[in-house]
Every structure is written in C-alpha cells, then in structure tokens.
C-alpha cells in the first residue's frame, strides 16, 4: 500500500490511536492524554506520538523519586520517561513501565483482535510510536 497523506484529525478519528490511548489511561494513572508529536508526514513509515504525563501521580502510585528539576509550576517535555525520575537506568519497575509503553503500540497493531480496516498500517503504512513524554504543569 502506498503512503497516504494523513491530518490530525484523520489520526486521531482512528480506532488503533483510540484504543493505545484508552489502555495507556486505563493502565497507567497518570497518563493524562495522548496526542500526536509533530508532521505526521514527516517519516514513510512511523507517526510519532506524545503522552502527557503527570510526574507526581506516577512517582506516588509507581513508588520512584522524582528528578530535582521536576516541579508542579514548571511545564517539560522530554523524550525520555527516565528523565523524570532519580531512578537509573536499570531500575527495574521503571524499565518495565518505559518498555511496556513502548511496545504497546506494536503490540496493538498485531492483534487479531483489531479487523484489518481499522489497522492504522493498513489505512496508511505507517506505525504509531510514542517519542515525548510531557508534564503540562499542576493544571490538568
């Protein structure tokens, strides 16, 4: 299938881009939204995703410390969940947390519970992939 020139709405109208974003708000609490990063045009292949996060609520119920420079009055987006926290880089819990939302969108596009029509690399040969991780600040 060729590569189809894709907007925001048609991106976020589709079923695989609402199903990653309702399991990562069901699994993980404090995922506030999902949305997309930039021209999804850009790459032949790969739409980049961004989720809005609220670092305290994740460092509360997943048990990790915050980084210093993590404060409720200051907005950041990294492209790294480690980032925010103290934790290194071979903590397992926040390993787990990075991998598990990092395969997700994989996952989902191989379900044989998805029929092909509503596959997002069916409509357009592209996959999604989560890029940024975002703190909007105290405000949600």
């Known amino acids: 299938m060729a ?10 109208d589709n079923y695989e881009f609402k199903l990653l ?3 990562l708000k069901k699994s993980y609490k404090w995922v506030k939204d999902m949305v997309l990063d ?3 045009n850009k790459y032949d292949t790969i739409v980049f995703l961004e989720l809005i996060i609220n670092p305290f609520e994740c460092a509360e119920i997943e048990g990790l ?3 210093w420079y993590i404060r409720k009055d200051i907005p950041c987006d990294y492209t790294s969940l480690f980032v925010y926290f103290k934790e290194d880089l071979t903590n397992p819990k926040l390993l787990k947390i990075n991998k598990d939302i ?3 969108p994989y996952k989902l596009n191989k379900s044989l519970h998805i029929p092909d029509e509503y596959r997002f ?3 357009c040969n592209k996959i999604f992939n989560v890029s940024k991780f975002s703190y909007i600040g105290e405000n949600f």
Do not use: A, H, R, V
């Not at 590569?3 to 976020?12: F, K, P, W």
């Open 3 to 12: 590569n189809c020139e894709l907007t925001e709405e048609m991106i976020y």
């Open 21 to 23: 974003k309702k399991t």
């Open 38 to 40: 930039g021209d999804p």
């Open 65 to 67: 410390n915050l980084s």
């Open 102 to 104: 990092e395969t997700l």
């Open 121 to 123: 690399n069916k409509i």
